[in-house]
């Protein structure tokens, strides 16, 4: 079974910054892409940021500059770090792993459970 499990989410002022990490642990062979998704109420889910295994990344258009993802393949864990937030960043933020289990027989998605980010004053 595989888990991924999100933190560092909260309430921050216009104009603060927030780090979330993402873990993943369970029976993993390997992991692959990993990426940050957000759904604000109303809305649907978006890709914020992804990182390849080997480092390469992508951001959204209504991120990059302010955003930055990483991971730590040791750890099976994935950070994003954010700064300069907007009141238009508040949503709930999602990890998404994409991985092979011990195992499995070919790749799957999985998700964590989502953390909460609200930017207000």
């Known amino acids: 079974q595989v888990q991924l499990v999100e933190s560092g989410g909260g309430l921050v002022q216009p104009g603060g910054s927030l780090r979330l990490s993402c873990a993943a642990s369970?029976?993993?062979?390997?992991?692959?892409?990993m990426a940050w998704y957000r759904q604000a109420p109303g809305k649907q889910r978006e890709l914020v940021a992804a990182i390849t295994s080997g480092g390469n990344t992508n951001y959204a258009d209504s991120v990059k500059g302010r955003f930055t993802i990483s991971r730590v393949n040791a750890k099976n864990t994935v950070y994003l770090q954010m700064n300069s937030l907007k009141p238009e960043d508040t949503a709930v933020y999602y990890c998404?792993?994409?991985?092979?289990?011990?195992?499995?027989?070919?790749?799957?998605?999985?998700w964590g459970q989502g953390t909460q980010v609200t930017v207000s004053s």
């Open positions: 998404n792993a994409d991985l092979l289990p011990i195992g499995g027989m070919r790749r799957n998605d999985y």
């Open positions: 369970g029976s993993i062979f390997s992991i692959y892409a």
